[in-house]
């Protein structure tokens, strides 16, 4: 007796990967994740809506400083008397610094002292002539030497010496007095550094 077997591949039952209950709750999911995708756009934009808004303010209030500015800038005129007494100030610190910068220059020349002078002229080893009286104010550049020489030729001899002398340069003799004394047989000579210089 030959047996027929009459059931087939296709009538067996077809094994499920993913139940129906997975996929309902996929589903349910994935809509759960796009309504909070959905909130938090919405909440950016409401976000980034409020900062446009405030940016557009302050724009706006920034239009309206520049504009209330440049009406003042056409309002004001200039005044020439402030500029004239701008510049009069100007002149007057300037010649104020010029005169700071003189007087310590002065100071600084006046602290030296002579003693420079003095050696520089002890230095000075002529026997026929001899000085009778100093004269010194470095700071009016005045400087008067007064003295007696045996003969007439000693006192360019000493003045060409004296303007060797370190101490000495810079100061340049304007008066040169060569003279014969009363009642002597010496002469009298004088050296000053300046026209009208006179020792007190």
């Known amino acids: 007796m030959q047996q027929v077997n009459l059931y087939t591949e296709a009538l067996r039952p077809v094994r499920l990967l993913v139940s129906l209950n997975q996929v309902v709750a996929g589903a349910i999911l994935t809509v759960i994740l796009l309504i909070l995708l959905t909130f938090g756009l919405q909440h950016q934009q409401g976000k980034a809506q409020a900062k446009l808004a405030s940016l557009q303010g302050q724009v706006s209030q920034l239009e309206a400083t520049v504009v209330e500015l440049r009406d003042r800038a056409a309002r004001m005129v200039r ?8 510049a009069k100030l100007k002149a007057r610190l300037q010649e104020r610094t010029e005169l700071m910068a003189l007087i310590g220059l002065n100071l600084n020349r006046s602290q030296q002292g002579f ?3 003095l ?11 001899w000085l ?11 400087i008067r030497i007064e003295g007696i020489a045996a003969n007439a030729e000693s006192v360019p001899h000493y003045l060409q010496q004296l303007r060797k002398e370190p101490a000495f340069i810079g100061h340049h ?10 009642d002597s047989e010496f002469l009298a000579f004088v050296l000053a550094s300046r026209l009208g210089t006179e020792a007190p």
């Open 115 to 117: 003693s420079q002078q």
């Open 79 to 86: 005044d020439e008397r402030l500029v004239a007494t701008n």
């Open 173 to 182: 003799f304007e008066l040169f007095s060569l003279f014969q004394q009363k």
């Open 119 to 129: 050696v520089s002229l002890a230095r000075q080893d002529i026997s026929s002539l």
């Open 132 to 142: 009778t009286r100093l004269y010194f104010d470095l700071l009016q550049d005045q």
